[in-house]
């Protein structure tokens, strides 16, 4: 509650319309300033098919098979245009090869990381939240497979680099703040 020297003040002094206004744009200014989430990606045509073959290249990593970081990488670009940047994408296949290789990685797990890697490389209008929500999704999957924290942590950084590199969405004036 305002204390009564300023209710005293407001009331007597200024018109209770232009309080009204005032408060209502810095409520409107402060309330625009968050950054909107972005569209995700949707997952239609042959995207679940891509997905799920994402799924079997990590899992092929995961069992030492020979071609299954260049097919995990291969996959990854299908998502990537011809005029975008690939090396953060085949950074990023790169880092998830060598911290899934040699682990139990479970249909379920593989899954998820599998659609975790497509969102990061398919999707390009996510907000710095999204980004930073699809870090830490990355990072406890890795870490419920008993990838090592260090190395979770390298493929987090590498989701946030990636999804930077590809990215179509320009921050707006209002989002500085």
């Known amino acids: 509650m305002l204390p009564e ?28 300033c968050r950054q909107g989430d972005g569209p995700l990606p949707k997952a239609e045509g042959e995207v679940p098919n891509r997905v799920y073959d994402l799924g079997r290249d990590l899992q092929n990593v995961a069992g030492r098979n020979a071609d299954g970081a260049n097919d995990l990488a291969e996959d990854l670009l299908v998502f990537v245009d011809t005029s975008e940047p690939r090396a953060p994408v085949q950074q990023l296949s790169k880092d998830v090869s060598t911290a899934v290789s040699n682990r139990q990685l479970s249909d379920q797990n ?46 987090s950084a590498q989701v946030a680099t990636t999804q930077k590199m590809l990215t179509r969405r320009k921050r707006r004036w209002y989002e500085w703040f």
Do not use: H
């Open 110 to 155: 593989a899954a998820t990381l599998a659609r975790q890697l497509w969102l990061t490389v398919a999707a390009r209008q996510l907000s710095e939240k999204q980004i930073e929500g699809l870090q830490k999704d990355v990072q406890t999957t890795l870490t419920s497979i008993g990838v090592a924290q260090d190395a979770s942590q390298r493929v």
């Open 5 to 32: 020297t300023v209710r005293w003040y407001i009331l007597k002094d200024m018109n209770p319309r232009i309080v009204f206004a005032v408060s209502l744009a810095a409520a409107l200014l402060v309330a625009g």
